[in-house]
């Protein structure tokens, strides 16, 4: 996975002695990434993801911001909804961000993402489309945190205890997406529902014609 343009940061805090073999450092990895997830899927609130789902698949148009590790992730969730058709747009610079929440209104959604639910650039656009009066959803492993607060909904990542070899942000990463593909999946289900829908509705409009 390549580097956004302009996210600069990178793992330096990554400390694996070079005597270390790599299919060790691998399965250390993989047993660790596969934790995160486990205790992410077991905490996760289905219906909370469900609303959320059902949020963004109705939304005239979605905002989405993330800085540092957690752009990552957020330019992820843009590319996925984009290709469900849903009008999405993926802010780093908070300037930029809070401009374009300005503009939200109640149709619309404000989509944080941040690891730690205190990034501060995160937590002040998603406070700006709140007080226009859009819905805010939150991606984070806190709860408690600031981003959590001003979110109507928030989806809560697990997290394991860091280690020199896998900071807390590279392992928020994995649960994050996982959380980020089931989202996916239920705003495309939603949209295939309004779909049919409409095409029935359709039909018996044809129907009642003479």
Do not use: Y
């Not at 399965?27 to 909370?48: C, G, K, S």
């Not at 002040?124 to 984070?140: C, K, M, Q, V, Y």
């Amino acid at each position: 996975m390549g580097l956004l343009a302009g996210h600069t940061t990178a793992p330096t805090g990554l400390v694996e002695p070079p005597e270390h073999p790599l299919g060790a450092v691998l399965d250390r990895i993989v047993a660790a990434d596969i934790a995160a997830m486990r205790e992410t899927a077991a905490q996760l609130d289905l219906p909370t993801l469900g609303r959320a789902a059902q949020t963004l698949a109705g939304a005239r148009r979605v905002d989405i911001c993330g800085t540092g590790d957690s752009a990552l992730v957020g330019a992820q969730l843009q590319a996925c909804l984009h290709g469900l058709g849903v009008a999405a747009w993926f802010w780093q610079d908070l300037h930029a961000g809070l401009a374009s929440a300005a503009t939200l209104t109640a149709e619309d959604v404000a989509f944080g993402v941040s690891h730690s639910g205190r990034c501060k650039e995160t937590v002040e656009i998603l406070a700006e489309a709140a007080s226009r009066g859009a819905w805010t959803i939150a991606l984070t492993s806190s709860a408690g945190s600031p981003l959590a607060g001003v979110a109507d909904l928030v989806l809560v990542t697990a997290v394991p205890p860091p280690t020199p070899q896998q900071p807390a942000a590279m392992l928020a990463r994995h649960p994050e997406l996982m959380v980020l593909d089931l989202l996916t999946i239920a705003v495309a289900q939603h949209i295939a529902v309004a779909q049919q829908v409409a095409v029935a509705q359709h039909r018996r409009g044809d129907g009642d014609r003479p």
